[in-house]
């Protein structure tokens, strides 16, 4: 009955990744590995050989040969084990959830069996072995056991080989791995117990088709939302009569020979096609159209492409108007969904297979690298206000747009202020990490990052951040999350195949492996690494960087403390100063304070940025009054009116203002949601002289 063991014709020598060593077959020793899990025995005894030709596992359904009855031993001269079999411990519900989850992994690469089912079949192998840890036999003949078992038999599902190659090459990761393997196979009881803190009573994913599916459908939104509110403004901001308009960017663009055909790369946009008022309408309407067909689950892949385009074309012609960090974000996480959806004409919640785990990894660590950045400019910036946990005293009165509701959270006792500041810094800091750990902890970190991305959405305007951020949540969660009446009547059975994947192997996993390579080099800058020590990666991400797929994130590194506002006037004489009333940013102080989310009027944030710099940085405000002087109509329908309906104003100045909210004893006395006072000029008064923007005289410069 001993034979040396045989490794099958065509099998894969050493299992996954393992290199076969050239021996001949006389040279190998008898049970050099198996041997070595065994009990000591009587040097009289017959160890069972798993590989053996002549004595086989008989695994159920297996077409080679015929279900053993009890105690029965099967041979065949021929048979072989044809895939690896995982042996575990059958009685111990710890061991029956896990196997579950890994064969959720493996699929029908790897089979599972109870030790107890062996062991009756063949009374011959000890079981105490087998009690303690869970053993591998490869077709080889190869056995592992414990850590090593679990890593080599995950090796065989795409995508899980990192472990096992930690385990061979990362120095103490082998030890640390079998030492917590020991001590959870010594206590399983209590981690049993963890485990049902932490994923729940079943270990095994219960999918996230139908996540995905709802993602999907909130991008959608987002895009759209996003596209419209741009629409409404577009022709003002970057039309033939707007502030910057297109045409003369390209037509520059056009004439810089020297760029060759870089200016393509550098410049990525349809507007090279025409930057007509006409194309710009076209391109927005396309992406009401995509947006639409996107929602409704038309060619997914087709959708998501078309609006990553559009709105990439409409971010690089509209520049300052669009370089927002949230733009980013949404180019970013809409060019991953592109890997994320299925391929085909129709995208339908019981057909859609399982969205492709890199892709759905990759929007996770987005939504982490967000929050962690936000969290580390805060802390790295040195800014008293986030060390003493002010920030937010000053936060609700000094941020871009607020509304109404921020009058009453500036008004709330400091330590109140303290705890949100502290909260803040908690969720963006600690919680982040909650989106690698397991279900619960994962589905809890969900809910904490949504619950505070309302609380922002409630005390302020930013335009859809706060939405894409929210349906970033949403890829937090899996299809257990949803009500029993919903999964019933959208989501497909569940399946233990491994995931559908939509793209081809050689096209996706470059893709999401070099975004990943490529976010480690804002994420690092964040908490100050140096560039040299990322070695080309720097370069590769400037390289790529126009086209906004890997960006920078981290919001309110330094707090604002105070509020100028810049407000714009206009003049016939020089002397009597009409204003131009904005939409939605601070001006009359009786007014009140909208809400205007999920729509961003581009202008008015501008101008909150313009307020904290100087005008020689703002070039864009100088044709922005250049526009004022000539009564420019796309232009002059960004404000809430215009002073001078029939002729141009001759004069134009920007005046600085620093703004305070109001308590509540003048509130209610006057009414005004704002006090305000005077602070000089932001740039010289202005004029045309022969059609040419100049500076007033200086009798006016005051």
């Not at 041979?75 to 042996?87: M, Q």
């Not at 008022?277 to 492409?305: K, M, Q, S």
């Not at 506002?565 to 009786?590: A, H, N, Q, V």
């Amino acid at each position: 009955m001993l034979r040396g063991l045989s490794r099958p014709s065509g099998g894969r020598p050493g299992g996954p990744g393992v290199p076969h060593a050239s021996r001949r077959e006389s040279d190998r020793p008898v049970v050099p590995r198996f041997s070595s899990i065994l009990d000591p025995r009587p040097s009289n005894a017959k160890p069972f050989v798993f590989g053996n030709p002549h004595i086989i596992v008989p695994l159920p359904g297996s077409p080679a040969v015929r279900p053993a009855t009890r105690g029965e031993m099967v041979e065949s001269k021929d048979a072989e084990l044809a895939k690896p079999l995982l042996l575990f411990d059958g009685d111990c519900d710890f061991c029956r959830r896990w196997i579950a989850r890994w064969k959720r992994a493996t699929g029908d690469r790897v089979e599972y069996a109870p030790f107890q089912e062996v062991g009756t079949r063949f009374p011959e192998i000890p079981k105490a072995p087998f009690a303690e840890a869970v053993h591998l036999v490869e077709p080889d003949g190869r056995i592992s056991r414990g850590g090593e078992a679990v890593f080599r038999a995950l090796a065989y599902a795409p995508g899980h080989r990192g472990w096992l190659w930690a385990y061979r090459h990362v120095p103490g990761f082998s030890g640390l791995s079998e030492w917590c393997y020991r001590l959870v196979a010594r206590h399983r009881p209590v981690f049993t117990r963890v485990t049902d803190w932490v994923w729940g009573a079943h270990v095994l994913p219960p999918g996230e088709s139908l996540t995905c599916w709802c993602f999907i459908r909130l991008l959608a939104i987002v895009y759209l939302v996003a596209i419209v509110s741009l629409w409404t403004q577009i022709q003002g901001l970057v039309g033939s009569g707007g502030i910057l308009p297109v045409g003369a960017f390209m037509n520059a663009l056009h004439q810089a020979d020297s760029l060759g055909f870089q200016r393509y790369w550098f410049v990525p946009t349809l507007c090279w096609l025409s930057s007509s008022d006409w194309f710009l309408n076209a391109l927005c309407a396309g992406g009401v159209a995509l947006a639409t067909g996107l929602a409704l689950g038309f060619a997914p892949i087709l959708c998501l492409f078309g609006l990553w385009a559009i709105y990439l074309s409409l971010a690089t012609v509209c520049r300052e108007f669009l370089w927002f960090q949230w733009d980013g974000l949404l180019l970013e996480m809409g060019f991953i969904s592109i890997f994320l959806v299925s391929r085909g004409w129709w995208s339908t919640p019981r057909t859609d297979p399982e969205p492709g785990r890199g892709a759905l990894r990759l929007s996770r660590w987005l939504l982490f690298r967000l929050l962690f950045a936000s969290a580390a400019v805060k802390v790295a910036s040195g800014d008293p206000a986030w060390r003493d946990l002010t920030a937010l005293s000053y936060h609700y009165e000094t941020q871009p747009l607020p509304p109404w509701t921020a009058w009453y959270a500036h008004h709330l006792p400091l330590w109140v202020h303290r705890m949100a500041t502290g909260a803040t810094l908690l969720v963006e800091g600690a919680v982040a990490f909650f989106i690698f750990a397991p279900r619960k902890i994962r589905i809890a970190g969900a809910a904490l990052i949504a619950a505070h991305q309302i609380l922002i959405a409630l005390t302020g305007n930013y335009g859809f951040f706060n939405w894409l951020v929210l349906a970033l949540c949403v890829l937090l969660l899996d299809d257990g999350v949803w009500p029993p009446v919903l999964r019933k009547r959208l989501a497909p059975i569940p399946s233990m195949a491994p995931r559908a994947r939509p793209w081809p192997v050689w096209i996706r996993r470059p893709v999401l492996a070099g975004l990943l390579l490529l976010s480690l080099v804002p994420l690092l800058d964040a908490v100050h690494v140096p560039a040299a020590r990322l070695g080309p990666l720097p370069q590769a991400y400037e390289a790529v960087s126009p086209f906004r797929t890997v960006n920078h994130y981290g919001l309110f590194a330094i707090m604002t403390k105070e509020r100028p506002e810049i407000l714009i006037e206009g003049s016939m004489d020089g002397t009597d100063w009409k204003t131009y009333e904005f939409r939605y940013k601070p001006g009359e102080p009786t007014r009140t304070p909208p809400f205007v989310a999920p729509h961003q009027p581009r202008l008015d944030w501008q101008m909150w940025f313009a307020a904290l710099s100087d005008f020689q940085h703002q070039r864009w405000l100088l044709r922005l009054c250049y526009q004022l002087l000539r009564n420019s109509p796309p232009v002059v329908n960004l404000f809430a009116g215009n002073p001078f309906p029939g002729t141009p104003p001759r004069y134009i100045r920007a005046v600085v203002y620093r703004y305070h909210f109001t308590d509540s004893a003048a509130r209610r006395a006057s009414g005004a949601w704002w006090r305000r006072e005077p602070l000089g000029l932001y740039c010289p008064v202005l004029t045309l002289e022969a059609g040419q923007l100049a500076a007033a005289p200086p009798e006016l410069q005051r």
